[in-house]
């Protein structure tokens, strides 16, 4: 029943004892009609406030929209002018009579346009957050995260990754996409925040392995670490690493939005897993993330890389 067609029952039922001859100079009649009218006016400020409300639903939605709008527009104007900057970054990098003291700093401008295209995924990946779940399909993790710390160490200076438990397929249903996300950041944060080099340790674990593993973790799960010997965070730092846009107190001279552990958090979240962090100041970050194993028995192709040590080239500053 809505409230208006119960305003109207309470007034018919006011009206009918109001007109029966047995409620003629009851006493109690005054005060039914004062209480119908009281509540009465109590229906038609809800139906305001109803209305009120469904008219800011709709607004917000449509600001939603707009604002998806605006991100993809503004991701699309952002890339093309700096897939140009880049394209003649390398151009500039293959010029013959380029100055060798120049070579630097053409490194650094490339460096900067990988920022700006990681800061542009990252937004548009919030926004695909919000819009749509992960996709779960099978795929190979060991596979993905060995890929992804070769990526990464040959663009790091000064850092060796160690990758342990990659040498086997480690299927997981999950979006590959949204995932890979999750650990790039991971990984990158590591080399950022590792001023110093160092090594940065990968570990990956599944089922009961993972109880005896540095990652730990029950059975039903795949876990995977990654530790690095950086500046680390302090206790109450690492309480909010995963908020959205909050930067640690130590990270003031790096550069970062604040946005990729909050998305990781969401992704990992999304796929029904859990990531934490252990840290201390000067002593380096751990960071797990937990995701269920696949169920899926299909066959993955074994990554190219073993166990072991990745050693980092050397790249231009």
Request: hydrophobic letters at 40%; one cysteine or more.
């Given at each position: 029943?809505?409230?208006?067609?119960?305003?109207?029952?309470?007034?018919?039922?006011?009206?009918r004892?109001?007109?029966?001859?047995?409620n003629?100079?009851?006493p109690?009649?005054?005060?039914?009609?004062?209480?119908?009218?009281?509540?009465?006016?109590?229906?038609?400020?809800?139906?305001?406030?109803?209305?009120?409300?469904?008219?800011?639903?709709?607004?917000?939605?449509?600001?939603?929209?707009?604002?998806?709008?605006f991100?993809?527009?503004?991701?699309?104007?952002?890339?093309?002018?700096?897939?140009?900057?880049?394209?003649?970054?390398?151009?500039?990098e293959?010029?013959?009579?380029?100055?060798?003291?120049?070579?630097?700093?053409?490194?650094k401008?490339?460096?900067a346009?990988?920022?700006?295209?990681?800061?542009i995924?990252?937004?548009?990946t919030?926004?695909?957050?919000?819009?749509?779940?992960?996709?779960?399909?099978?795929?190979?993790?060991?596979?993905?995260?060995?890929a992804?710390?070769?990526?990464?160490?040959g663009?790091?200076?000064g850092?060796r990754?160690?990758?342990?438990?990659l040498?086997?397929?480690?299927?997981?249903?999950?979006?590959?996409?949204?995932?890979?996300?999750?650990?790039?950041?991971?990984?990158?944060?590591?080399v950022?925040?590792?001023?110093?080099?160092?090594?940065?340790?990968?570990?990956?674990?599944?089922?009961d392995?993972?109880?005896g593993?540095?990652?730990?973790?029950?059975?039903?799960?795949?876990?995977?670490?990654i530790?690095?010997q950086?500046?680390?965070?302090?206790?109450?730092?690492?309480?909010?690493?995963f908020d959205?846009?909050?930067r640690?107190?130590?990270?003031a001279?790096?550069?970062?939005?604040?946005?990729?552990?909050?998305l990781?958090?969401?992704?990992?979240?999304?796929h029904?897993?859990g990531?934490?962090?252990?840290?201390?100041?000067?002593?380096?970050?751990?960071?797990?993330?937990?995701?269920p194993?696949?169920?899926?028995?299909?066959?993955?192709a074994a990554?190219?890389a073993?166990s072991?040590?990745?050693?980092?080239?050397?790249?231009?500053?």
């Amino acid at each position: 029943m809505t409230m208006r067609s119960q305003e109207q029952e309470l007034r018919q039922w006011v009206q009918r004892l109001a007109e029966d001859p047995a409620n003629a100079g009851n006493p109690l009649l005054a005060e039914f009609q004062t209480l119908a009218e009281r509540h009465g006016k109590l229906l038609r400020q809800f139906r305001k406030i109803a209305k009120i409300s469904d008219r800011l639903q709709t607004e917000t939605k449509e600001m939603a929209r707009q604002q998806r709008q605006f991100v993809l527009m503004v991701s699309h104007e952002f890339r093309t002018p700096l897939a140009i900057i880049d394209s003649a970054s390398q151009m500039l990098e293959l010029e013959p009579k380029l100055p060798v003291s120049a070579m630097p700093r053409v490194g650094k401008i490339r460096n900067a346009v990988q920022r700006m295209l990681h800061l542009i995924e990252r937004c548009l990946t919030n926004d695909r957050l919000g819009t749509a779940a992960a996709r779960p399909v099978a795929f190979d993790l060991a596979a993905m995260l060995t890929a992804l710390a070769g990526e990464m160490a040959g663009t790091a200076t000064g850092h060796r990754f160690e990758l342990h438990g990659l040498d086997r397929p480690v299927p997981i249903p999950g979006d590959r996409d949204l995932l890979a996300v999750v650990f790039s950041n991971l990984m990158e944060n590591a080399v950022k925040y590792s001023p110093n080099g160092g090594t940065i340790r990968v570990d990956l674990a599944v089922g009961d392995d993972a109880a005896g593993s540095p990652c730990g973790g029950p059975g039903g799960q795949v876990t995977v670490r990654i530790t690095d010997q950086g500046i680390g965070v302090n206790a109450a730092d690492a309480a909010r690493l995963f908020d959205k846009y909050f930067r640690a107190s130590n990270a003031a001279g790096t550069t970062g939005a604040g946005l990729g552990l909050h998305l990781a958090r969401c992704i990992v979240d999304t796929h029904g897993g859990g990531i934490s962090v252990a840290s201390e100041p000067g002593q380096g970050s751990a960071f797990t993330v937990r995701l269920p194993v696949a169920r899926a028995t299909t066959p993955t192709a074994a990554p190219a890389a073993v166990s072991g040590a990745v050693p980092v080239p050397e790249t231009s500053p």
